[in-house]
């Protein structure tokens, strides 16, 4: 009898692909470390599907994850899904474009000096034009429903064919500090700005974020839009030992060994909703 699946999704924290562009340090301490989905899957007796790529944003995470949901149906043990934040958008193109609004935009204005991102991407060109204009009033209050709907939909699909599953965010959904940087400096329109309490007032209203809490609570780390209930706020407590360097702070091998005695943890809570 073959085993069944654990289905896992997210960027690059966990990516088994991932590899540091940090090049101050040894390469051996850039990548090539099991990730946490291959560490969870061995002591789980499971089957490894890995769907996760770096920088991707949730719209595509929730699509990968949707896909092999419908075509591995009741095959699928377990899914677990290490949501990426609100601001990355992602292109269907023939080089796989993606956009993280606020690192690109930064990156074509000649600010911030980001050699892995593609400072010539006509699209990324396209968004800062647009930011540079009147702002849609609900631009906010859009991205963050998408992102919302998306976790509902994996949710209920989980749901649908009795799929254990656990959500969890890797980095934070939005980072504030990055967004009043480019604010303060006048490189998008003022129609854009958006205060840290509006944006925790559109979380806490969104319909979908509420149904999530109301119907899974147990299946997701709630409020999930908070910094502190992310991945990336516990092994920044112990940078040296759980990210990669200063310049990187993506979990060392020893922190996807965390993440995923994390996630164990997380899934014995939630799997009392399933007995």
Same mark, same amino acid.
């Given at each position: 009898m073959s085993k069944k699946i654990l289905l896992a999704g997210g960027d690059s924290f966990t990516d088994p692909k991932f590899f540091s562009m940090d090049k101050s340090i040894d390469?051996?301490?850039?990548g090539g470390w099991p990730m946490w989905p291959e560490i969870l899957g061995k002591q789980l007796d499971l089957k490894i599907m890995n769907t996760a790529d770096s920088g991707r944003g949730n719209d595509y995470i929730a699509k990968q994850i949707l896909?092999?949901?419908y075509e591995y149906k009741d095959k699928i043990d377990t899914c677990i899904v290490l949501?990426?934040?609100?601001d990355r958008h992602d292109f269907h193109d023939k080089k796989k474009n993606l956009i993280n609004?606020?690192?690109?935009?930064?990156?074509i204005w000649?600010? @911030?000096?980001? %050699?892995?991102?593609?400072?010539?991407n006509i699209l990324a060109k396209a968004y800062a034009e647009m930011f540079m204009e009147i702002g849609e009033n609900n631009f906010w209050e859009n991205i963050i429903t998408d992102t919302f709907r998306n976790m509902w939909l994996v949710?209920?699909?989980?749901n649908k064919y009795n799929i254990k599953f656990v959500f969890r965010q890797g980095i934070s959904l939005l980072d504030?500090?990055?967004?009043?940087?480019?604010?303060d400096e006048g490189l998008i329109c003022s129609d854009y700005r958006i205060e840290e309490v509006n944006y925790y007032t559109l979380c806490d209203t969104n319909k979908y974020a509420k149904m999530l809490n109301k119907e899974y609570k147990k299946n997701i780390s709630y409020p999930f839009w908070e910094y502190d209930t992310s991945i990336v706020a516990f092994t920044n407590k112990y940078p040296k @030992?759980?990210? %990669?360097s200063e310049m990187d702070r993506h979990p060392s091998a020893e922190g996807q060994q965390l993440i995923s005695k994390y996630m164990a943890a997380a899934l014995d809570v939630s799997s009392a909703s399933y007995m």
């Open positions: 390469s051996k301490k850039r896909d092999k949901i949501w990426s934040s609100i609004i606020p690192h690109d935009l930064l990156s000649g600010k @911030k000096k980001d %050699i892995h991102r593609a400072k010539k949710a209920e699909a989980c504030h500090h990055i967004w009043n940087e480019i604010y @030992k759980l990210t %990669i």
